[in-house]
């Protein structure tokens, strides 16, 4: 199985958000775009890493060097960080969504039984 890029995963996750009727739910979507681009940026970030090492010099003001920690490094973890909270925060948002709907399906059903439509 040929393995998807970012943005074919993103379209499936938006496809099966359609299905369960949360793509269209402000907070749905914008916590879901900024997720995206905190993808891009870790991508960004890989890229650099690779490209430079775990240690970049660093030059002083009267030119004298010194190898420090690649700082692309801790801009990684802390985005790291940050997808994994707002992928939490997506979940919360479709447990709710689903909660909303299934409340109102109860609702519904109990409407429906008082006025004798079973």
């Not at 914008?30 to 490209?51: H, P």
């Amino acid at each position: 199985m040929a393995k998807l890029s970012l943005q074919e995963q993103a379209d499936k996750i938006l496809k099966k958000a359609e299905e369960r009727g949360v793509s269209s739910n402000f907070f749905f979507v914008t916590t879901f775009n900024r997720y995206l681009v905190q993808m891009r940026i870790l991508a960004d970030l890989e890229t650099s890493i690779k490209e430079y090492g775990a240690t970049v010099t660093k030059e002083y003001v009267k030119g004298r060097q010194n190898l420090v920690a690649n700082p692309a490094i801790t801009e990684y973890n802390k985005t790291a960080t940050a997808a994994n909270g707002t992928v939490s925060t997506l979940i919360n948002i479709i447990k709710s969504i689903d909660t909303e709907s299934e409340s109102e399906n109860k609702l519904q059903a109990l409407i429906n039984q008082i006025n004798g439509e079973e």
